[in-house]
C-alpha cells in the first residue's frame, strides 16, 4: 500500500464490502489491522476480509468526504456504527433563497439538507475551508444587511446586497454538493463544457474563472481527479522527452527469496489509475540462479512476444524497477523482439531514474508529480510481486 492519503475498501470472500475506513497513511492504517495486539471488533472483521481496494486522496480532509460518500453507497455492516451514531458531523444546507453551509451535529426537521455523517469534525472544516476559496458561500446563521469580512476576503459572494443571482448561487451549492458527495470528476466534466462554451462566446474572463475552479478540483478528487492526473502524465512526457503521452505504462518487478520460487509481477496503469485486469503474474521458469537480470528478461519477453503475436496494443511507457543493468536488460529483449517502446527504471535507493537515451541518470525533484506517480506505480508493482510470491511459497510449505 502507498504511504499515502486514501480510503481503503475492504471485501469479504463473496466481493462484499464490509467496511470503509480513511487514511492520512494507507500503508500505516492497514498495518495497522494486522498488529499481534488487536481489539475484538477488529479481529471480527479482519477475519472476514478477503481483499483490501484503496482510492488515492491529495489530503486526508478529502478522503473524509470519499469515504463518507462510498459509506452511505454501499452501507457496509461494520460502519453502522457511523451510520447511526448521532454525534458524528454533518454538513447542513439551509432551507432558504441564499442558502448558508456550516457544520453541524444535530439533524433537525427544518428542510434543510443534510450531508454525511463524517467521521472528522477537524476534517471535514478543512474541506470546507479549501472548498470555499473556489467556490463562495454564505455562513452567517442570519442573512445580514451589509456585506460581512468574508466578502471582502473573496469567501463569500454577498447575496446579501446583491452582489450574487439566486441562479448563480444556486449552480454554486449545486458545484459544492457534488464535491461534499465525492463526485468532483462529473463537476470537472460540467464546468469544462461550460469554460469552452464562455471561450466560444469570447467571454474569456468567465473561461479563466471557470478554468480555475477546474485547477483547483484537480486536487481535490480521488487520485487527483482527472485534470490533475493528465497533469502529471503531461509533466512525466516532458521530463522523459517523450513523444506523446503516457496514458498506459506498464510495470515490472521481481520477488525471490534466495532464488527459490522466483516470480514476477506486472502492473497496469492506465491515465494514472491502476487497471487491475491487465496486471499480470510470471513464475519464472527458465532462470535457475539467482540472476535479477535474468528473470526481468524473462518476464518482458514474455510480456511483449506475446502482445506482438496477438498484434495487440502497447504500452505508452515500460518502468523496471531497478537500476541501469535491469533496464538494459528489458531493453535488449524488446530490441530482440523488433518492438519500439519507451523504457526507464527507478533505482531504489536514491531514486534516480535512468532512461536509454541518457547516460547519466535523472534526478527528478523531491515530491514532483510525475516522481510521486512513478513511485506509486512502482511500489504497486513490488506489492504485487511480493503477494504471489507468498502464495507460491505457502502453497509448497501447506499444499494449498
Do not use: W
Not at 452567517?140 to 460581512?148: D, V
Not at 463537476?187 to 461550460?194: E, G, N, P, V
Not at 513523444?243 to 534466495?258: G, H, Q, V, Y
Amino acid at each position: 500500500m502507498p504511504d499515502a492519503s486514501g480510503v481503503y475498501i475492504m471485501k469479504d470472500s463473496e466481493g462484499e464490502i464490509i467496511y470503509i475506513g480513511k487514511a492520512n497513511s494507507l500503508k500505516k492504517r492497514l498495518s495497522s489491522y494486522l498488529g499481534r495486539d488487536l481489539s475484538g471488533k477488529t479481529v471480527a472483521l479482519m477475519s472476514n476480509v478477503a481483499d483490501i481496494e484503496y482510492k488515492l486522496c491529495p489530503t486526508e480532509s478529502f478522503a473524509l468526504l470519499l469515504e463518507a460518500n462510498l459509506i452511505h453507497k454501499y452501507k457496509p455492516k461494520y460502519n453502522i456504527s457511523l451510520r447511526d451514531d448521532k454525534s458524528f458531523p454533518l454538513v447542513k444546507i439551509t432551507n432558504e433563497e441564499f442558502p448558508a453551509i456550516y457544520v453541524t451535529r444535530k439533524k433537525e426537521d427544518d428542510r434543510a439538507r443534510y450531508l454525511g455523517p463524517y467521521t472528522s469534525a477537524q476534517l471535514l472544516k478543512d474541506a470546507l475551508r479549501i472548498i470555499r476559496r473556489s467556490f463562495p458561500y454564505r455562513s452567517c446563521k442570519k442573512l445580514p444587511k451589509k456585506a460581512c469580512i468574508y466578502y471582502r476576503i473573496g469567501l463569500s459572494p454577498a447575496p446579501c446586497i446583491g452582489k450574487i443571482s439566486k441562479a448563480g448561487y444556486a449552480k454554486t451549492i449545486e458545484n459544492i454538493v457534488l464535491i461534499l458527495e465525492g463526485r468532483a470528476d462529473l463537476l470537472i466534466k460540467k464546468l469544462s463544457a461550460q469554460m469552452n462554451l464562455k471561450s466560444k462566446e469570447c467571454k474569456f474572463e468567465e473561461a479563466a474563472l471557470i478554468r480555475d475552479q477546474i485547477n483547483s478540483l484537480s486536487q481535490i478528487g480521488p487520485a487527483h481527479a482527472g485534470v490533475g492526473r493528465n497533469s502529471d502524465l503531461e509533466e512525466l512526457k516532458s521530463l522523459l522527452k517523450l513523444k506523446k503521452l503516457p496514458e498506459r505504462i506498464e510495470a515490472f518487478d521481481i520477488s525471490n527469496i534466495s532464488g527459490r520460487e522466483a516470480t514476477g509481477s506486472m502492473v497496469s496503469f492506465y491515465r494514472g489509475i491502476p487497471d487491475k485486469n491487465n496486471y499480470r503474474k510470471f513464475r519464472i521458469k527458465t532462470v535457475k540462479a539467482i540472476d535479477d537480470y535474468g528473470m526481468i528478461r524473462e518476464v518482458v519477453r514474455r510480456r511483449y512476444s506475446r502482445l506482438k503475436s496477438e498484434a495487440l496494443p502497447l504500452p505508452d511507457l515500460v518502468l523496471i524497477d531497478g537500476g541501469r543493468g535491469h533496464l538494459f536488460s528489458a531493453a535488449r529483449e524488446i530490441m530482440e523482439l523488433g518492438l519500439k517502446i519507451p523504457l526507464v527504471s527507478i533505482a531504489k535507493e536514491e531514486e534516480n531514474i535512468y532512461t536509454i537515451g541518457e547516460s547519466n541518470a535523472i534526478k527528478f525533484k523531491q515530491d514532483t508529480p510525475a516522481l510521486n506517480l512513478i513511485r506509486r506505480i512502482r511500489d504497486e508493482a513490488h506489492r504485487f510481486a511480493v503477494s504471489y510470491h507468498h502464495v507460491l511459497r505457502r502453497k509448497k510449505i501447506i499444499g494449498r
